[in-house]
């Protein structure tokens, strides 16, 4: 079974741009989480999507959204990038039926290296 | 929100050794992973043990939930053991926790040959 892709892989882009992640899950899962890593402050949740809707979010702007479609796939967007949003986006899949009250395992994909300037 | 704390952060090995790596966690929690980060950057899974005890080889791991830790046992240790490993865990919070890993810090291995 394929595994989490993520296009595209790097990423470099200007302060005031926007850009756009793609995330690919595993055949069979039906929820996407992102999250994203720095240095400064480690790996951090962004939002998990879950059959085309928004579960839960973390502490992140509204600057950073993102969407489900119907084949699972997920995007992200960051929209007026700032120097501070340089970073890898990690996004993983899970095999996350609604209604249960446990979490399966996570599986990420190699993420997508963003560099602002 | 529910605090992950991994130690030690640093961790220099001589090939052949082995060693323990621990995360304490501050709430209850429905999953706990380990993950080994590459040098490229992907987070590789190791355990999925939200409790008990695994084995994968010359890993294992062992969570005692009531107790709120998880280590992370390498045996035998390799070059190619060398990266950061990650605890993660999600809180037993119901909805409100729907994918959402909460990761420690990270204990940075090295094993020289």
């Known amino acids: 079974k394929a595994g989490v892709t993520q296009t595209p892989r790097y990423l470099i882009k200007t302060r005031g741009q926007q850009v756009t992640l793609s995330c690919s899950p595993i055949?069979?899962?039906?929820?996407v989480s992102w999250y994203q890593q720095t240095p400064g402050q480690g790996l951090q949740f962004l939002f998990e999507y879950f059959s085309e809707t928004q579960r839960n979010k973390g502490n992140f702007p509204g600057r950073f959204s993102g969407r489900q479609f119907s084949n699972s796939r997920s995007e992200m967007n960051v929209s007026t990038l700032e120097l501070g949003d340089s970073a890898l986006y990690l996004c993983?899949?899970?095999?996350?039926?609604?209604?249960?009250?446990?979490?399966?395992?996570?599986?990420f994909g190699p993420g997508t290296r963003l560099t602002v300037t | 929100g529910i605090q992950v704390e991994q130690s030690p952060p640093d961790l220099i090995l001589q090939e052949g050794a082995n060693s323990t790596l621990r995360c304490n966690f501050s709430?209850?929690?429905?999953?706990l992973q380990w993950f080994h980060q590459n040098p490229w950057g992907q987070l590789i899974n190791l355990f999925y043990i939200p409790s008990g005890t695994k084995q994968n080889g010359r890993l294992s791991a062992t969570t005692v939930a009531t107790e709120r830790y998880s280590l992370l046992y390498i045996s035998s240790s390799q070059t190619t053991d060398s990266g950061v490993y990650f605890c993660a865990v999600v809180r037993n919070a119901g909805g409100t926790s729907y994918g959402k890993l909460t990761f420690g810090q990270g204990t940075i291995l090295t094993v020289h040959p």
């Open positions: 709430d209850s929690v429905n999953n």
């Open positions: 993983a899949s899970s095999f996350n039926p609604p209604g249960r009250g446990f979490s399966y395992e996570q599986y």
């Open positions: 055949s069979g899962h039906r929820s």
